[in-house]
């Protein structure tokens, strides 16, 4: 599922924070959105998730006009077509490791038994094989972050964005990072990461780096 935004300029308590950028991902690519801290990354990743709201220009999700969704209708987009990965993990600290992975699947009754199996693979994938039943605040950074990969990964959906996902971890822990973003594009996601993370970048297969005044260059690979 493709993701446009074309000309979006977004004001943040009266300061122009991005000035007519456009940008598209593809579906198969990974596109990095680079630049200095302060530079509107965050932003631009929130516009195409349809998180922020634009002053002006209009956001393409799909090829529909997304610019004026409906609370709802941005909902069922979340719900049924993009996986977060964000700085901070964005988990259910009390909550167990299985329990965040699979999240919005849990019936009254638990998980079923097919989904139970996604669960043991994606956690085999992220390195933490057998640890779902243990709580998530008991796990280190690193730890974290993989849990909210495995989250996305089991979600197996057309879009993942993920904001600053290598920021304070190990060497080891954001090469996992990296190469589970490179899979889940060459699996058919279309994949759309913030970051400063030089290897991030070299990583992607589209860059787009945003100047300090909101203004964007552009470069594909
Ligand atoms: N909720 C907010 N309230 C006030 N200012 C904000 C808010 N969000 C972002 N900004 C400002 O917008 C600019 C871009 O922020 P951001 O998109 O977070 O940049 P980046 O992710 O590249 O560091 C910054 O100057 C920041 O201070
Ligand atoms: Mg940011």
């Known amino acids: 599922m493709q993701l446009r935004a074309d000309n979006v300029s977004v004001v943040i308590d009266g300061k122009p924070v991005l000035h007519s950028v456009s940008v598209e991902a593809k579906p198969g690519r990974l596109l990095v959105l680079a630049g200095s801290s302060g530079s509107g990354k965050t932003t631009l990743l929130n516009v195409l998730g349809l998180l922020a709201r634009v002053e002006s220009g209009h956001v393409t999700v799909g090829g529909q006009e997304a610019t004026k969704w409906s609370d709802s209708k941005r909902r069922r987009f979340w719900r049924n077509h993009v996986a977060f990965v964000f700085q901070d993990y964005g988990l259910i600290e009390e909550a167990s490791v299985g ?12 998980i079923p038994q097919s989904d139970r199996e996604r669960l043991d693979h994606v956690l085999g994938h992220v390195l933490l094989s057998g640890r779902d039943k243990e709580q998530t605040a008991r796990l280190s950074g690193g730890e974290k972050q993989r849990v909210g990969l495995a989250r996305a990964m089991f ?4 879009i993942v964005l993920a904001d600053e996902p290598t920021a304070s971890l190990d060497r ?10 490179k899979e889940e594009a060459r699996r058919g996601a279309t994949v759309v990461v913030a970051t400063h993370d030089e290897d991030l970048m070299a990583a992607g297969d589209d860059l787009l780096r945003l100047g300090d005044q909101g203004d964007a260059a552009s470069l594909n690979r």
């Open 99 to 110: 329990y965040n992975v699979t999240v919005g699947r849990r019936g009254l009754f638990g």
């Open 155 to 158: 979600r197996a959906a057309d």
């Open 172 to 181: 080891r822990n954001r090469e996992l990072v990296i190469s589970f973003l």
